[in-house]
């Protein structure tokens, strides 16, 4: 079975935008500089090449994970009562015990994840802890460093 991609609407046209790129204007410059780089002749020795036909092989493979994520995706949609529970697409701010500090979270697909942002997977440790859950809950999330104490303060 293949695996499921959580994608927000912004996400999914970002993907579609990024593959139209990918299959026109990108995959056109790699042919390009394949065909400047066999024009310096002797392939054996060619550094040119050899660079283009790397850029190549990345720009596949791109298009093919960008092909697969879009064949198997499930777009988030944000529901009204979005503030009952915690799911994807919703906004939580939590208070961590340790530090007494308030952080604010938006729980997205692993594709769209951005921790330093304030994005956080679903399929992370701290993702799967918050999900289901409701305001003023209490949560502990099995960290590297040990448990760390978190208690649900807001859901947008």
């Given amino acids: 079975m293949a695996k499921e991609y959580k994608l927000s609407p912004e996400r999914l046209k970002e993907l579609q935008d990024e593959l139209v790129y ?7 410059e790699v042919a390009d500089l394949i065909k400047e780089a066999r024009s310096f002749g002797d392939l054996s020795e060619n550094s040119e090449y050899d660079e283009a036909k790397t850029e190549q092989g990345k720009l596949y493979s791109r298009i093919a994970e960008v092909e697969e994520i879009l064949s198997n995706y499930v777009v988030i949609e944000e529901n009204e009562d979005s503030g009952v529970y915690i799911r994807l697409g919703s906004v939580v701010t939590v208070l961590d ?7 604010t979270y938006k729980i997205v697909g692993s594709q769209e994840a951005d921790p330093m942002n304030g994005s956080i997977s679903e399929e992370s440790p701290f993702g799967k802890a918050l999900l289901g859950k409701g305001e003023g809950e209490d949560i502990t999330v099995d960290a590297p460093a040990g448990p760390v104490e978190y208690k649900i303060l807001k859901i947008e």
């Fill in 22 to 28: 990918l299959k026109t204007v990108r995959e056109k």
């Fill in 97 to 103: 015990k340790e530090f007494d500090e308030e952080l």
